[in-house]
């Protein structure tokens, strides 16, 4: 089978996230570049004057040109929104119309192709920003039926799928978590396990204490399904440190850290995955992503799209936000934002630009990925490409 290729020259700044390809640098940069894909495959990296002859050709015109963004934590399978919920958050006025247990009603009444064509609608948006790998999540359904149908419907957009039956406890169990979380680990686990790789679990006070999340994990590991944690995010908990116990893919949000939890995430390969579009959204503390990097744990970087605490698909508003209000550097926080979310889905094909990886591309409409960051809020990417084959 006779594959194209396609050469992209004159690249100002190439990241490559591999240092042995660049200037030593974790970004690996490369600059006055050219990449060339062959088929859905990065066939070559290097300067633009020795690139080879191919069938097609692409003038970056001094842009810069990334991997890709690697989203690796989302909730796209909901119906409704919380319009409401949030102005009256940011207007200062009490409000209690139920939170998560409002989206779990209205994507309860939803019809399955209403909740693909809205999946479909938030990936087209993150796609046309640079996100070319994501993970998205059930958890607003919380019955056998509504969380396998959500399952089904993300496996339809993406491979990485998790099962998060364990976000809340429904009303119709609000007086009987034990029997909820048996429901979970069994006939919900049973039903939905065929169509996630990750099971994830919302550890933390009004949710599921350490025991229930523990009690969860496990069975999905029985199962087969790879654990992720939702750690730390309204206070200190044991989330963080359960998930390095178990091996976690990732620690999700690890807003409240103590010693303990660093020490554990920098001895472990569990992936620290901040979220600042929460903390954004809801006028919370920020994760102190500088304690977290020196501390030696990997950090990604990830939307957290959902409707009721932060509601963007915007990877490049995240980068600019990790290192305005975060402590991260703009070199840190692009990494994060790719290399750093494909650690945290387990993925060595995706977050970088070397030879054997996805072709995963986005050019910018700068010079450098600081523009990220220097510039918030512009619209930056000028052309994507997701396995070789130019998307935006």
Not at 175 to 189: F, I, N, R, S, W
Not at 348 to 353: A, E, F, I, L, N
Request: glycine share 10%.
């Amino acid at each position: 089978m006779t594959t194209t290729t396609t050469a992209i020259t004159h690249i100002a700044n190439l990241v490559t996230n591999d240092p042995s390809l660049g200037d030593g640098t974790p970004l690996g940069l490369i600059r006055d570049a050219a990449v060339v894909i062959d088929g859905d495959r990065i066939a070559w990296t290097g300067e633009s004057s020795e690139a080879p002859v191919t069938d097609n050709a692409v003038d970056a015109g001094g842009r810069a040109v990334i991997p890709g963004f690697v989203d690796s934590h989302s909730h796209l399978v909901f119906a409704g929104d919380r319009t409401a919920e949030f102005n009256a958050r940011m207007s200062g006025r009490p409000y209690s119309a139920g939170g998560i247990r409002t989206t779990v009603a209205a994507t309860r009444e939803a019809s399955d192709d209403e909740l693909s064509a809205n999946v479909a609608r938030h990936l087209a948006e993150a796609l046309r920003q640079g996100t070319t790998t994501f993970e998205t999540k059930s958890g607003y359904g919380l019955t056998v039926e509504d969380e396998t149908r959500a399952l089904r419907i993300a496996a339809r957009h993406t491979d990485e799928v998790t099962f998060l039956g364990a976000h809340v406890v429904p009303p119709e169990y609000a007086g009987d978590p034990a029997g909820y979380v048996a429901l979970v680990t069994g006939p919900m686990l049973d039903a939905c396990a065929p169509h996630a790789r990750w099971i994830d679990v919302f550890c933390e006070r009004g949710a599921f204490d350490e025991d229930q999340a523990r009690a969860i994990l496990t069975a999905g590991a029985a199962k087969g399904l790879h654990p992720r944690v939702h750690a730390n995010q309204l206070g200190h908990g044991p989330g963080v440190r359960l998930a390095v116990e178990l091996g976690a893919a990732s620690a999700d949000h690890c807003t409240h850290l103590d010693d303990a939890d660093l020490d554990a995430l920098g001895q472990g390969d569990t992936v620290a995955t901040l979220l600042p579009g929460a903390e954004f959204s809801t006028r919370a503390a920020w994760p102190d992503a500088r304690r977290i990097l020196d501390a030696g744990a990997t950090v990604a970087l990830s939307t957290d799209c959902n409707p009721g605490s932060s509601y963007t698909s915007s990877m490049p508003f995240c980068v600019a936000l990790a290192v305005r209000d975060m402590g991260m550097t703009p070199d840190e926080a692009l990494w994060s934002a790719t290399a750093g979310g494909a650690a945290a889905l387990r993925r060595t094909d995706v977050g970088r630009v070397a030879p054997g990886a996805r072709a995963d591309l986005v050019m910018l409409d700068a010079p450098s990925h600081v523009h990220l960051a220097y510039r918030p809020g512009m619209p930056l990417v000028r052309a994507v490409w997701r396995r070789g084959e130019r998307v935006v």
